[in-house]
């Protein structure tokens, strides 16, 4: 009996370790650089107290010169990889309408009314992430959580 209760233990403790270590799921992640290829979990850059993940070292090599240049995208990433949150709508910082989510960029993201989430789909490309994920947008509407 005593060695069930140890054996489940030691169990739960292997299981919280491996949740950590297995950190951050890449696989709705897409390279901001490239923006099409899928980003791996071998080719990352610190970035924004986070991790961005590109598609190959060209990618990683581009992104670290100019991050500025890939911020939307890399942004976008960051929610993708649930490594930030949403707090409140990117176009309006008003409060979240969980009927309005749409994907950006392999990211969910949520408004605060049917008339944002049309102006966001109204949006095609580059427009439509810069709207939803550029600088302004994720300081207002983001947070990178803490590790
Ligand atoms: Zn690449
Ligand atoms: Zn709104």
Redesign the pocket.
Same mark, same amino acid.
């Given at each position: 009996m005593l060695r069930r209760i140890f054996l489940s233990l030691a169990m739960v403790s292997l299981l919280s370790v491996s949740a950590n270590a297995a950190d951050i799921d890449v696989s709705n992640a897409k =390279?901001p650089?490239?923006k099409t290829?899928p980003a791996v979990a071998g080719q990352s850059v610190d970035y924004n107290g986070a991790k961005v993940f590109?598609?190959?070292g060209? =990618?990683k090599k581009a992104f670290s010169k100019d991050p500025a240049k890939f911020a939307a995208r890399a942004n976008a990433q960051l929610v993708a990889t649930k490594q930030a949150k949403q707090k409140c709508c990117p176009l309006t910082g008003g409060k979240l309408n969980g009927s309005t989510v749409i994907t950006v960029a392999g990211a969910k993201v949520c408004f605060c009314c049917n008339n944002c989430k049309g102006k966001a789909e109204g949006k095609k490309g580059d427009a439509q992430v810069d709207l939803v994920f550029g600088k302004k947008a994720f300081k207002k509407a983001f947070k990178v959580s803490e590790k």
């Amino acid at each position: 009996m005593l060695r069930r209760i140890f054996l489940s233990l030691a169990m739960v403790s292997l299981l919280s370790v491996s949740a950590n270590a297995a950190d951050i799921d890449v696989s709705n992640a897409k =390279c901001p650089v490239s923006k099409t290829k899928p980003a791996v979990a071998g080719q990352s850059v610190d970035y924004n107290g986070a991790k961005v993940f590109l598609c190959c070292g060209n =990618c990683k090599k581009a992104f670290s010169k100019d991050p500025a240049k890939f911020a939307a995208r890399a942004n976008a990433q960051l929610v993708a990889t649930k490594q930030a949150k949403q707090k409140c709508c990117p176009l309006t910082g008003g409060k979240l309408n969980g009927s309005t989510v749409i994907t950006v960029a392999g990211a969910k993201v949520c408004f605060c009314c049917n008339n944002c989430k049309g102006k966001a789909e109204g949006k095609k490309g580059d427009a439509q992430v810069d709207l939803v994920f550029g600088k302004k947008a994720f300081k207002k509407a983001f947070k990178v959580s803490e590790k």
